[in-house]
């Protein structure tokens, strides 16, 4: 039975993608790598990560899963039907990768925003493509993997295939991080450090680090941050075993 590693969001930073990649162990043609969505915005390298994951599997034994996260779906709508809410808001980081994806040298602050409110214009097609293609979860013996939660309330969470897709790509629901129970879950999405530590013991209170991979029961929360000022993470399983790019 091969081993998978689950990838938290990378946000555009290549230098902690790489640095990640060369402290995994030496993968064979049984293992996986799974990465959990949200390549792009926030950090300076948007274009070259896509680059990297998108290709990774010409380069590596294993195999390679690069799922929808919720940035990628936004872009794909808004290259339908432009969303300032989304391209515009600064948090979003969608002016960081129209530089990375554009040369924009001379090119002002509201020129900048008015060529995020036209994406078709400029956004590279095979980009489009590939985002389109990206599947919403991944499952195998260890694990379920999705980027942001499932569907559902309380202690009832469908499976990914019967749940909405919305849930899949956005969950931020108190019940979810503290009502799941069923087969291990790997998600993305909400930075670690926002989760709840209720399950906690207030010796494990004191020492918690809020900013490291997330553990509770069935449930292991990997976004650390990267794009944030934070930095990757990933999880070996079935050992357990953490790695990141710090």
Same mark, same amino acid.
């Given at each position: ?26 993968? #064979?043609?049984? %293992? ?5 969505? %949200? ?35 936004? *872009? ?31 090119? %002002? ?20 493509? *590939? ?9 195998? &013996?260890?694990?379920?993997?999705? #980027?942001?939660?499932?569907?559902? &309330?309380? &202690? ?32 993305? #999405? ?7 530590? %209720?399950?906690? +013991? ?30 990757? +993470?990933?999880? &070996?399983?079935? +050992? ?7």
């Amino acid at each position: 039975m091969g081993r998978t590693f689950a990838i938290g969001d990378i946000h555009g930073e290549l230098a902690h993608l790489e640095r990640l990649l060369t402290r995994l162990p030496t993968l #064979h043609s049984d %293992d996986t790598l799974v990465f959990l969505g %949200d390549y792009l915005d926030r950090g300076p390298d948007s274009k070259r990560v896509i680059e990297r994951v998108s290709t990774l599997h010409q380069h590596v034994p294993a195999k390679v899963v690069t799922l929808s996260g919720n940035h990628e779906e936004a *872009w794909l709508r808004s290259l339908k039907h432009p969303e300032p809410g989304f391209l515009l808001r600064p948090e979003n980081g969608c002016f960081q990768a129209l530089h990375s994806l554009t040369d924009c040298t001379g090119v %002002d602050d509201l020129e900048q925003a008015a060529m995020l409110l036209q994406p078709t214009k400029w956004f590279p097609t095979w980009i489009h493509d *590939w985002m389109e293609a990206l599947p919403l979860y991944y499952e195998d &013996e260890h694990a379920i993997y999705v #980027h942001a939660g499932l569907d559902g &309330e309380g &202690e009832v969470w469908l499976h990914p295939r019967d749940g909405r897709k919305r849930n899949l790509l956005w969950c931020r629901e108190p019940d979810f991080y503290r009502g799941y129970k069923g087969k291990r879950l790997c998600f993305g #999405h909400t930075l670690t450090k926002e989760l709840p530590i %209720d399950h906690l +013991s207030w010796f494990g209170k004191i020492l918690d680090d809020p900013s490291d991979v997330w553990l509770r029961g069935d449930l292991i929360g990997l976004d650390t941050a990267c794009g944030k000022g934070g930095y990757l +993470s990933a999880i &070996e399983l079935p +050992s357990g075993k953490i790695y990141d790019s710090r």
